[in-house]
C-alpha cells in the first residue's frame, strides 16, 4: 500500500554536529510535506513544510529537501544541540484526499554532549 | 497557528467500558483528524471529522468502536468503545484551516486500558 517511510530508526549525534534525517514517499501525488518533532509525553510539533513545487526550504537551523524524482525527503538540523533530541517524523499530504496527513516511521534523534 | 485544548489528558480505565476525548480549538477549522499512537509507533489516522455529518474513516478502523462527533467548527469528540488493553494508546487530535498551511496537533490523550 501507500505508505512513507524512513530509513534510519534511530540517529546518534554529537552536540554542534549536523543531523540529517531521511524520508522515502510512495505516492508521487502527494504534493505538501511536513516535519514534525515529538518529545516525549507531548503532540507533534511543526518543524518546517515544503510543497511540491520546491526543492528546498530552509527555516531556522532546519533545512528541508525534496527530491520528487527518487521520492525522497530529508531535514538537516545544523549545529544540533540536546533540546533536539526528539522523534522526528515526516509527514505527506495527498492533495485529492481530503486534506489527511500520512505519518511515516519516526527517527529517534539522541543528541550527546 | 490554532491552539487545541484536548482533555484528558490521561486515562486508565477498565476494559469494556468507554472513554470520550475532546477536542476544543481556538479558531474555526476546516478539517479535524483523529489519531492513533501506540507506544513507540508513528501516528495512524483514524478519521476524518466531519462538520455536521458522519466522519470518515481509515481502512481498520469503524464507527462502532469510535464513534466521531463534530457539531462545529472549533469541537469534536472521540470515543473509544467497548475498550481492550489492545486500545492502550495515544490519542491525538490535528487542525487545519486548509489543509496546505501546517497541520496541529494537540498534546494527545494517553490511554491505559487494564
Known amino acids: 500500500g501507500e505508505s512513507v517511510g524512513l530509513h534510519l530508526p534511530t540517529l546518534s549525534v554529537q552536540e554542534g554536529d549536523n543531523s540529517i534525517i531521511n524520508c522515502a514517499y510512495s505516492?508521487?501525488?502527494?504534493?505538501?510535506f511536513i516535519w514534525y518533532k515529538q518529545e516525549s509525553g507531548k503532540g507533534p510539533q511543526f518543524i518546517i513544510d515544503?510543497?511540491?513545487?520546491?526543492d528546498k526550504r530552509q527555516g531556522q537551523r532546519v533545512t528541508v529537501l525534496l527530491n520528487k524524482t527518487v521520492k525522497h525527503l530529508s531535514l538537516q538540523i545544523a549545529a544540533t544541540q540536546p533540546g533536539d533530541s526528539a522523534v522526528y517524523f515526516c509527514?505527506?499530504?495527498?492533495?485529492?484526499?481530503?486534506?489527511?496527513?500520512?505519518f511515516g516511521q519516526g527517527t529517534e534523534l539522541s543528541v550527546k554532549p | 497557528s490554532a491552539v487545541i485544548s484536548q482533555k484528558p489528558s490521561r486515562d486508565i480505565c477498565q476494559r469494556g467500558t468507554s472513554l470520550t476525548i475532546q477536542c476544543q480549538v481556538d479558531s474555526q477549522v476546516t478539517m479535524m483528524f483523529w489519531y492513533r499512537q501506540q507506544p513507540g509507533q508513528s501516528l495512524t489516522l483514524i478519521a476524518t471529522a466531519n462538520q455536521g455529518s458522519e466522519a470518515t474513516y481509515e481502512s481498520g478502523f469503524v464507527i462502532d468502536k469510535f464513534p466521531i462527533s463534530r457539531p462545529n467548527l472549533t469541537f469534536s469528540t472521540l470515543t473509544v468503545s467497548n475498550m481492550s488493553p489492545e486500545d492502550s494508546s495515544i490519542y491525538l487530535c490535528?487542525?487545519?484551516?486548509?489543509?496546505?498551511?501546517?497541520?496541529?496537533f494537540g498534546s494527545g490523550t494517553r490511554l491505559t486500558v487494564v
Open positions: 490535528s487542525v487545519t484551516k486548509t489543509g496546505a498551511d501546517g497541520y496541529t
Open positions: 509527514a505527506e499530504n495527498k492533495g485529492n484526499q481530503g486534506g489527511k496527513l500520512i
Open positions: 515544503i510543497r511540491s513545487n520546491m
Open positions: 505516492n508521487s501525488a502527494s504534493d505538501y
